[in-house]
């Protein structure tokens, strides 16, 4: 079973950035695909953004485009979501998720196994 854990929310201004970060503590890193999903309150867990390493892919929900990049290091076991030009309704509990292998309904929350403990972002003036 994978361990996440992620970090690097905060408070920041309109227009600012911030870079979260999300640690597998296991021993491999053998999850193929990995993503970043928000949740806002009162409102359903919602994608953002997916990275597949052996088909060196990444997605993006359209709201980001432009403005969030989700990246992968191996040999830190890590993965980053840099949110640049934050906006209030970015304002949410940003959750990291893994599954061993890709799938193409990469956007829903059902099709992954392993989630951490989520970190907030608040952007606000």
């Known amino acids: 079973q994978v361990h996440l854990v992620e970090s690097g929310g905060g408070l920041v201004q309109p227009g600012g950035s911030l870079r979260l970060s999300c640690a597998d503590s296991?021993?491999?890193?053998?999850?193929?695909?990995m993503a970043w999903f928000r949740q806002a309150p009162g409102m359903e867990r919602e994608f953002v953004a997916a990275?597949?390493?052996?088909?060196?892919?990444?997605k993006n929900t359209y709201s980001v485009k432009g403005r969030f990049t989700i990246s992968r290091d191996n040999a830190k076991k890590t993965i980053y979501l840099q949110m640049n030009s934050l906006k209030p309704e970015d304002t949410a509990v940003y959750y990291c998720?893994?599954?061993?292998?890709?799938?193409?309904?990469?956007?829903?929350?059902?099709?992954?196994?392993?989630w951490g403990q989520g970190t907030q972002v608040t952007v606000s003036a």
């Open positions: 296991t021993r491999t890193f053998s999850c193929d695909t």
């Open positions: 990275i597949n390493w052996s088909r060196k892919t990444t």
């Open positions: 998720t893994a599954r061993i292998r890709w799938n193409v309904q990469y956007w829903n929350n059902r099709v992954y196994d392993d």
